[in-house]
């Protein structure tokens, strides 16, 4: 019965490469983000999603392409990958835009690029 | 534009004791606040939240949280520390009124409870 998944846990891959992360949420929520958090711990949006809308769209390489196929689900492709893009990527997903709603988090995804 | 502040990387208290971890905010028109707690290898899991009302929030785990407007902050305070409670804190803010759909949230600070 977990709220917001993610797959996969771990992602090791070469510099160059393309790669997929899967993000779930089981929880009627209409949002859902899509987080960086740095080696330091820093937490940083990249991307929001409202009913499958694109509502945040940070600075961000456009080599990071997200896409929202349902309210559930919130997925997150990247091409070409680069050293600099190893770090713990977290899916979020709240109950509305607004802000005042608590958002969820998945358990992460650590990129490791080599 | 709106931003957080935590101002210290790291807390040391001892169990039992009461502990506070700082935060201050800033934003153009009213806030909400956030407190998230991050285990090592885990999510954030959300603590407590100021919207509206009492300025003293009550959340999990026996945390609490005090808005003070004019000081612009929002510390977070347990009366009984627990060697449970190391883990990292994040602040986090909106502006309700100009802040858009973004929520920032602060650098964290690293809460260490020795036995």
């Known amino acids: 019965d977990t709220a917001v998944s993610q797959t996969p846990k771990y992602l090791v891959t070469q510099m160059g490469n393309d790669k997929s992360i899967k993000c779930e949420q089981n929880l009627g929520h209409d949002t859902m983000y899509w987080y960086k958090q740095d080696s330091k711990k820093f937490l940083k949006i990249m991307f929001s999603?409202?009913?499958?809308?694109?509502?945040i769209n940070e600075t961000v390489p456009n080599r990071f392409s997200p896409k929202s196929p349902d309210k559930a689900h919130l997925n997150l492709h990247i091409n070409s990958l680069e050293l600099g893009d190893s770090a713990v990527y977290f899916c979020?997903?709240?109950?509305?835009?607004?802000?005042?709603?608590?958002?969820?988090f998945g358990p992460g995804t650590r990129l490791t690029v080599l | 534009a709106q931003s957080v502040a935590q101002p210290e990387d790291q807390v040391n208290v001892a169990e039992g004791n009461p502990l506070t971890v700082k935060c201050t905010y800033s934003?153009?028109?009213?806030?909400?606040l956030f407190w998230y707690v991050q285990y090592p290898n885990r999510g954030l899991q959300f603590l407590l939240k100021?919207?509206?009302?009492?300025?003293l929030v009550k959340g999990s785990y026996g945390f609490e949280a005090e808005f003070n407007k004019s000081q612009t902050s929002f510390h977070l305070k347990k009366p009984s520390a627990l060697v449970s409670d190391s883990a990292l804190y994040f602040c986090a803010v909106r502006d309700a009124d100009t802040g858009g759909f973004k929520t920032i949230f602060g650098a964290g600070t690293r809460l260490f409870v020795k036995a």
């Open positions: 100021y919207i509206t009302g009492d300025n």
């Open positions: 999603y409202n009913n499958k809308e694109l509502i």
């Open positions: 934003v153009s028109g009213n806030p909400y």
């Open positions: 979020a997903s709240s109950q509305d835009p607004a802000g005042r709603n608590e958002q969820f």
